[in-house]
């Protein structure tokens, strides 16, 4: 199987998914703070959504039991929303993801909860820069493995250790894709990035080192050292004018 190229009226549409998404997680991140349940968050993402005329991708996915993923500290992914109380200096990842007229958008974004030391925050701004840098180098022509290389260059510098078991991924009607978008160097380049492609990028970088497991609940992946982990994601379009970030407001 290739890699799906979209026409413009499909990217029209993953637009729309891609805002709302983008809408959805904004506000969810707006009610943040210490004392609040992660259930309260996805409580809130599912509403939101339904809302909107959209379902929550993560509701019954593989069997996933929640409308959105909540990640705190050390959990590196695919948190499952429960009665754990946020309280000040965690952060928290929160990944939405909505189908919209049959098109699902998918981005996520690392939170503080209340105040934060230096050193966290330094993560979580180097997690969202990696993203940036993944992105800026995926323009028509270039190769996937560009991606990788660009991130690793960053974490490289930070001494963080990159999540390997996880990748961004082409969307579209289904929820993932081809191809895996890997967020660190490979010395198997991949295929070259074309226009009309639509994929996620979503580098996890870990302040200690790279290796995860998945705890027993099947879902929830964690830092084998215990420490923190932070992650972003955004879903691009490949334009002719270069990437075209499908989830951000502006
Ligand atoms: N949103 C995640 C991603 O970025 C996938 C979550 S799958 C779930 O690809 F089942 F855990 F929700
Ligand atoms: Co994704
Ligand atoms: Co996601």
């Known amino acids: 199987m290739a890699i799906k190229i979209k026409s413009e009226q499909e990217i029209a549409l993953l637009r729309e998914s891609c805002v709302l998404a983008a809408e959805v997680l904004a506000r969810a991140g707006e009610i943040v703070k210490p004392g609040i349940t992660t259930d309260d968050i996805n409580t809130f993402v599912h509403n939101m959504t339904i809302k909107a005329g959209a379902i929550p991708s993560p509701l019954n996915y593989h069997g996933f039991p929640k409308s959105v993923c909540t990640s705190v500290n050390d959990v590196v992914c695919h948190g499952i929303p429960g009665n754990q109380v946020l309280k000040e200096g965690d952060i928290i990842n929160i990944d939405v993801t909505c189908l919209l007229n049959g098109y699902h958008g998918d981005t996520s974004r690392t939170f503080a909860v209340g105040k934060i030391t230096p050193n966290v925050k330094r993560l979580m701004d180097v997690t969202e820069r990696a993203m940036d840098d993944g992105i800026a180098v995926a323009t028509a022509g270039a190769y996937f493995g560009d991606i990788g290389s ?71 992946v964690r830092t084998r ?17 270069g990437p075209e970030v499908l989830t951000r407001l502006d």
């Open 150 to 220: 660009a991130i690793q260059e960053l974490a490289d510098e930070f001494g963080y250790g990159i999540v390997r078991e996880f990748c961004g991924h082409g969307i579209g009607r289904v929820f993932h894709e081809e191809p895996n978008v890997l967020h660190y160097r490979s010395r198997d380049r991949g295929e070259r990035i074309r226009e009309g492609m639509v994929f996620t990028i979503e580098p996890m970088l870990n302040e200690g080192k790279p290796g995860v497991f998945v705890e027993k609940d099947g879902w929830t």
């Open 225 to 241: 050292d215990g420490s923190l982990s932070a992650q972003y994601e955004h879903t691009i379009a490949i334009t002719r004018n």
